[in-house]
């Protein structure tokens, strides 16, 4: 089996909309709203116990949410940022 040499790519909520080309809005009522894509999408780098949140979000498991198909998740990060 091929090992990865890179990190699974997280994006920031800035990447996030320029990949999707959605709004605040969209992300925000997903966070809010979607238990489900908070769940399956969102990552917290924040250390434990920390009272601030660093919110990022996993490209493989937010297309496979949206139902996006996706071959590369490392082409799909690049072309976020």
Known sequence: MKQRNT???????????EWLKVSDYWVRDRMD???EFVAQ???DLAP???SRRTIR?????TANY???????ESELAAAAA
């Open 57 to 61: 979000y996993h490209v493989g498991r």
């Open 41 to 43: 999408c969102v990552v």
């Open 66 to 72: 949206l139902g996006i198909e996706v071959e590369d």
């Open 7 to 17: 990190p699974t790519p997280l994006i920031t909520k800035a990447e996030l909309k």
């Open 33 to 35: 709203n979607d238990p």
């Open 48 to 50: 434990a116990g920390s």
